[in-house]
Nanobody, 127 residues
Framework: QLQLVESGGGLVQPGGSLRLSCRASRVPFDYYAIGWFRQAPGKEREWVSCISSSGIRTNYGDSVKGRFTVSRDNEKNTVYLQMNSLKPEDTAIYYC????????????????????WGQGTQVTVSS
């Protein structure tokens, strides 16, 4: 059973930055595509970004494109989400999710495509 643990959330002022981490318990980690999702109070979970198993492909939701960057270090079993120019509307619980894909270059933007989920980390953007 793959376990995912997010970290790096917190309180930040508008315009600030945070880097989230998603660390996985299992090797080989490079068989898994990773997605980031977020859920704000009273709203449905929203896809944020994804990265393929090797890191060669990344995709972003329109609301974060140009501000967020996803990356991974497979030797450390960790995926990162660098969030810059944060806005109050970015406030949410952020989750990472994993799907075993082998060497596929695909990544996914639908919740049901993912098999494993972390517990989430809170990000609050407020002055």
């Amino acid at each position: 059973q793959l376990q995912l643990v997010e970290s790096g959330g917190g309180l930040v002022q508008p315009g600030g930055s945070l880097r989230l981490s998603c660390r996985a318990s299992r090797v080989p980690f490079d068989y898994y595509a990773i997605g980031w999702f977020r859920q704000a109070p009273g709203k449905e979970r929203e896809w944020v970004s994804c990265i393929s198993s090797s890191g060669i492909r990344t995709n972003y939701g329109d609301s974060v494109k140009g501000r967020f960057t996803v990356s991974r270090d497979n030797e450390k079993n960790t995926v990162y989400l660098q969030m810059n120019s944060l806005k109050p509307e970015d406030t949410a619980i952020y989750y990472c999710a994993a799907r075993i894909v082998g060497s596929s270059i695909l990544c996914y933007d639908v919740e049901s495509d993912y098999e494993y989920w972390g517990q989430g980390t809170q990000v609050t953007v407020s002055s």
